[in-house]
Protein backbone atom coordinates (compact mmCIF):
# COMPACT_ATOMS: atom_id res chain seq x y z
CA UNK A 1 0.00 0.00 0.00
CA UNK A 2 1.34 3.53 -0.87
CA UNK A 3 -1.46 5.56 0.14
CA UNK A 4 0.73 8.67 1.60
CA UNK A 5 1.82 10.20 -1.66
CA UNK A 6 2.28 13.66 -1.07
CA UNK A 7 4.61 14.70 -4.77
CA UNK A 8 3.51 15.34 -8.02
CA UNK A 9 5.27 15.59 -11.57
CA UNK A 10 3.89 17.17 -14.06
CA UNK A 11 5.30 17.03 -17.92
CA UNK A 12 5.04 20.36 -19.71
CA UNK A 13 7.56 20.86 -21.95
CA UNK A 14 6.07 19.99 -24.97
CA UNK A 15 5.67 22.77 -28.02
CA UNK A 16 2.56 22.03 -28.99
CA UNK A 17 2.99 22.26 -33.02
CA UNK A 18 -0.16 20.29 -33.51
CA UNK A 19 -2.32 23.16 -31.83
CA UNK A 20 -1.47 25.44 -34.67
CA UNK A 21 -2.14 29.45 -34.04
CA UNK A 22 -3.08 28.17 -30.55
CA UNK A 23 0.67 26.57 -29.46
CA UNK A 24 2.59 29.63 -31.00
CA UNK A 25 0.74 31.89 -27.99
CA UNK A 26 1.18 29.71 -24.97
CA UNK A 27 1.61 26.24 -24.19
CA UNK A 28 -0.87 23.61 -24.22
CA UNK A 29 -1.07 23.68 -20.18
CA UNK A 30 -2.63 27.09 -20.46
CA UNK A 31 -5.59 26.09 -22.58
CA UNK A 32 -8.35 27.01 -21.00
CA UNK A 33 -11.52 25.18 -19.85
CA UNK A 34 -14.22 27.00 -18.08
CA UNK A 35 -12.47 29.81 -16.87
CA UNK A 36 -9.05 28.17 -15.80
CA UNK A 37 -5.85 26.94 -18.32
CA UNK A 38 -5.94 23.00 -17.88
CA UNK A 39 -3.10 22.65 -16.15
CA UNK A 40 -5.02 24.74 -12.83
CA UNK A 41 -7.62 22.14 -13.05
CA UNK A 42 -4.72 19.53 -12.50
CA UNK A 43 -3.36 21.41 -9.59
CA UNK A 44 -6.62 22.03 -7.70
CA UNK A 45 -7.12 18.09 -7.87
CA UNK A 46 -3.90 17.23 -6.96
CA UNK A 47 -3.66 19.45 -3.76
CA UNK A 48 -7.26 18.64 -2.87
CA UNK A 49 -5.45 15.04 -2.57
CA UNK A 50 -3.00 15.83 0.06
CA UNK A 51 -0.14 16.50 -2.76
CA UNK A 52 1.95 19.18 -0.96
CA UNK A 53 5.07 19.07 -3.76
CA UNK A 54 4.20 19.00 -7.86
CA UNK A 55 7.32 19.74 -9.86
CA UNK A 56 6.72 20.71 -13.63
CA UNK A 57 8.92 20.12 -16.10
CA UNK A 58 9.23 23.06 -18.23
CA UNK A 59 10.50 23.72 -22.06
CA UNK A 60 8.47 25.60 -24.64
CA UNK A 61 7.25 28.77 -23.00
CA UNK A 62 8.07 27.92 -19.69
CA UNK A 63 7.53 31.30 -18.65
CA UNK A 64 3.63 30.86 -18.22
CA UNK A 65 4.55 28.29 -15.39
CA UNK A 66 6.96 29.82 -13.42
CA UNK A 67 3.94 32.25 -12.87
CA UNK A 68 1.88 30.05 -11.37
CA UNK A 69 3.93 29.56 -8.50
CA UNK A 70 2.80 33.15 -7.37
CA UNK A 71 -0.56 31.21 -6.46
CA UNK A 72 0.17 27.89 -5.96
CA UNK A 73 3.06 27.68 -3.52
CA UNK A 74 3.32 23.85 -4.18
CA UNK A 75 4.92 24.31 -7.42
CA UNK A 76 9.04 23.70 -8.48
CA UNK A 77 9.47 24.03 -11.92
CA UNK A 78 12.36 22.15 -13.76
CA UNK A 79 13.89 23.07 -17.06
CA UNK A 80 14.54 20.77 -20.03
CA UNK A 81 16.55 23.46 -21.92
CA UNK A 82 16.57 20.45 -24.97
CA UNK A 83 12.54 20.43 -25.11
CA UNK A 84 12.94 20.70 -28.90
CA UNK A 85 14.86 17.62 -29.30
CA UNK A 86 13.94 15.24 -26.45
CA UNK A 87 11.30 13.33 -25.54
CA UNK A 88 8.98 12.82 -22.16
CA UNK A 89 11.50 10.89 -20.81
CA UNK A 90 14.11 12.98 -20.76
CA UNK A 91 11.80 15.63 -19.32
CA UNK A 92 10.90 13.36 -16.40
CA UNK A 93 14.80 12.45 -16.22
CA UNK A 94 14.88 16.43 -15.71
CA UNK A 95 13.38 15.79 -12.20
CA UNK A 96 15.59 13.17 -10.77
CA UNK A 97 16.67 15.99 -8.34
CA UNK A 98 13.43 16.09 -6.96
CA UNK A 99 12.04 12.91 -7.01
CA UNK A 100 12.85 10.86 -3.78
CA UNK A 101 9.43 9.01 -3.22
CA UNK A 102 6.83 7.78 -5.02
CA UNK A 103 4.67 10.11 -6.59
CA UNK A 104 2.02 10.71 -9.38
CA UNK A 105 2.55 11.54 -12.58
CA UNK A 106 1.07 12.99 -15.44
CA UNK A 107 1.04 15.16 -18.49
CA UNK A 108 0.19 18.76 -18.65
CA UNK A 109 -2.53 18.92 -21.75
CA UNK A 110 -5.06 16.45 -19.69
CA UNK A 111 -8.68 17.29 -18.53
CA UNK A 112 -10.36 14.34 -16.29
CA UNK A 113 -12.79 14.23 -13.75
CA UNK A 114 -10.52 15.43 -10.65
CA UNK A 115 -11.79 12.26 -8.61
CA UNK A 116 -9.65 9.87 -10.42
CA UNK A 117 -6.30 11.42 -8.94
CA UNK A 118 -7.41 10.35 -5.47
CA UNK A 119 -8.47 6.95 -7.45
CA UNK A 120 -5.16 6.40 -8.07
CA UNK A 121 -3.42 7.53 -4.78
CA UNK A 122 -5.51 5.06 -2.95
CA UNK A 123 -5.12 1.86 -5.36
CA UNK A 124 -3.17 -0.87 -3.49
CA UNK A 125 -0.19 -0.85 -6.03
CA UNK A 126 3.04 0.76 -6.02
CA UNK A 127 3.11 1.21 -9.63
CA UNK A 128 0.23 1.62 -11.68
CA UNK A 129 -1.44 3.17 -15.12
CA UNK A 130 -5.17 4.90 -15.60
CA UNK A 131 -6.67 3.77 -18.00
CA UNK A 132 -10.37 4.74 -19.73
CA UNK A 133 -12.04 2.83 -22.07
CA UNK A 134 -12.43 2.94 -25.73
CA UNK A 135 -12.49 6.89 -26.68
CA UNK A 136 -11.86 6.82 -30.47
CA UNK A 137 -9.92 10.39 -29.83
CA UNK A 138 -7.01 10.46 -31.84
CA UNK A 139 -3.78 9.76 -30.99
CA UNK A 140 -4.28 6.38 -28.50
CA UNK A 141 -2.44 4.71 -26.27
CA UNK A 142 -3.03 1.15 -26.42
CA UNK A 143 -2.15 -0.94 -23.03
CA UNK A 144 -1.89 -4.76 -23.23
CA UNK A 145 -1.91 -6.50 -19.55
CA UNK A 146 -1.21 -10.41 -19.11
CA UNK A 147 -2.59 -11.59 -15.53
CA UNK A 148 -3.26 -8.14 -14.86
CA UNK A 149 0.28 -6.63 -15.40
CA UNK A 150 0.75 -4.40 -18.27
CA UNK A 151 2.58 -6.12 -20.90
CA UNK A 152 2.58 -3.70 -23.97
CA UNK A 153 1.80 -0.32 -24.48
CA UNK A 154 1.48 1.42 -27.98
CA UNK A 155 -0.33 3.76 -30.27
CA UNK A 156 0.05 0.71 -32.55
CA UNK A 157 -2.78 -1.14 -32.56
CA UNK A 158 -1.65 -4.15 -34.56
CA UNK A 159 1.42 -4.18 -31.29
CA UNK A 160 -1.52 -4.78 -28.88
CA UNK A 161 -2.95 -8.23 -29.44
CA UNK A 162 -5.90 -7.51 -26.13
CA UNK A 163 -6.14 -4.11 -25.15
CA UNK A 164 -7.34 -3.68 -21.53
CA UNK A 165 -7.63 -0.07 -21.99
CA UNK A 166 -6.05 3.32 -22.90
CA UNK A 167 -3.77 5.32 -20.78
CA UNK A 168 -4.54 8.72 -20.26
CA UNK A 169 -1.60 9.73 -19.41
CA UNK A 170 -2.02 9.64 -15.48
CA UNK A 171 0.11 6.85 -13.37
CA UNK A 172 1.54 6.42 -9.80
CA UNK A 173 5.06 5.41 -9.47
CA UNK A 174 6.90 4.22 -7.43
CA UNK A 175 10.55 5.75 -6.60
CA UNK A 176 12.47 1.99 -6.97
CA UNK A 177 10.67 1.92 -10.91
CA UNK A 178 11.45 5.56 -11.42
CA UNK A 179 15.31 4.50 -10.64
CA UNK A 180 14.63 1.80 -13.22
CA UNK A 181 13.29 3.43 -15.97
CA UNK A 182 16.06 5.99 -15.52
CA UNK A 183 18.75 3.51 -15.61
CA UNK A 184 17.37 2.11 -19.12
CA UNK A 185 16.66 5.73 -20.33
CA UNK A 186 20.42 6.79 -19.58
CA UNK A 187 21.82 3.51 -21.66
CA UNK A 188 19.94 4.56 -24.25
CA UNK A 189 19.55 8.71 -24.35
CA UNK A 190 22.80 9.11 -27.14
CA UNK A 191 20.69 7.02 -29.58
CA UNK A 192 17.05 7.48 -29.07
CA UNK A 193 16.64 11.28 -27.42
CA UNK A 194 13.01 11.19 -27.94
CA UNK A 195 12.13 8.23 -26.05
CA UNK A 196 9.04 8.13 -24.42
CA UNK A 197 8.41 7.47 -20.67
CA UNK A 198 5.52 5.08 -21.02
CA UNK A 199 6.16 3.27 -24.61
CA UNK A 200 9.34 2.80 -24.68
CA UNK A 201 11.13 3.07 -20.99
CA UNK A 202 7.96 1.65 -18.72
CA UNK A 203 7.03 -1.17 -21.21
CA UNK A 204 10.68 -2.20 -21.15
CA UNK A 205 11.00 -2.43 -17.67
CA UNK A 206 7.37 -3.98 -17.21
CA UNK A 207 8.99 -7.28 -18.21
CA UNK A 208 10.27 -7.47 -14.92
CA UNK A 209 9.12 -5.16 -12.34
CA UNK A 210 5.49 -5.36 -12.11
CA UNK A 211 3.11 -1.98 -13.42
CA UNK A 212 -0.51 -2.87 -12.78
CA UNK A 213 -3.83 -0.73 -13.93
CA UNK A 214 -6.61 1.05 -12.64
CA UNK A 215 -10.01 1.55 -14.79
CA UNK A 216 -11.42 5.01 -14.64
CA UNK A 217 -15.03 5.03 -13.90
CA UNK A 218 -16.21 6.32 -17.23
CA UNK A 219 -14.57 7.55 -20.10
CA UNK A 220 -14.82 11.68 -18.95
CA UNK A 221 -11.37 12.64 -20.19
CA UNK A 222 -9.38 14.11 -23.03
CA UNK A 223 -5.91 14.85 -24.35
CA UNK A 224 -5.14 18.19 -26.18
CA UNK A 225 -2.50 17.53 -28.95
CA UNK A 226 -4.90 19.67 -31.84
CA UNK A 227 -7.71 21.61 -32.80
CA UNK A 228 -9.85 18.34 -33.17
CA UNK A 229 -9.07 16.88 -29.84
CA UNK A 230 -9.50 20.85 -28.41
CA UNK A 231 -13.28 20.00 -29.90
CA UNK A 232 -14.00 17.21 -28.11
CA UNK A 233 -12.45 18.27 -24.47
CA UNK A 234 -14.98 21.05 -24.61
CA UNK A 235 -17.73 18.64 -24.56
CA UNK A 236 -16.14 16.33 -22.41
CA UNK A 237 -15.50 19.24 -20.17
CA UNK A 238 -19.14 20.07 -19.90
CA UNK A 239 -19.91 16.59 -19.19
CA UNK A 240 -17.59 17.11 -15.88
CA UNK A 241 -19.37 20.16 -15.26
CA UNK A 242 -22.81 18.73 -14.78
CA UNK A 243 -21.43 15.82 -12.90
CA UNK A 244 -20.13 17.60 -10.23
CA UNK A 245 -22.16 17.76 -6.68
Known sequence: MSQGIT???ILAAGMGLRMKEMGEEIPKGFIRLGNLPIIEHSLKALISCGIDEIIIVTGYKGEHYEHLKETYPQIKTVENAKFAE???????WCAREYIDSDFILLESDLIYAPGEIARIIKVPFSDCLLLSGTTHAGDEVYVEAVENRVSQISKNRAQVKNPVGEY?????ISQSLYSRINQLAESQF?????LSYDMDCLVQVAKEHPIHFLQMNGSDWAEIDDLTQLIRAQKVWQRIKAKRP
Open 168 to 172: IGIAK
Open 7 to 9: KAV
Open 190 to 194: DTNPK
Open 86 to 92: TGTMYSL
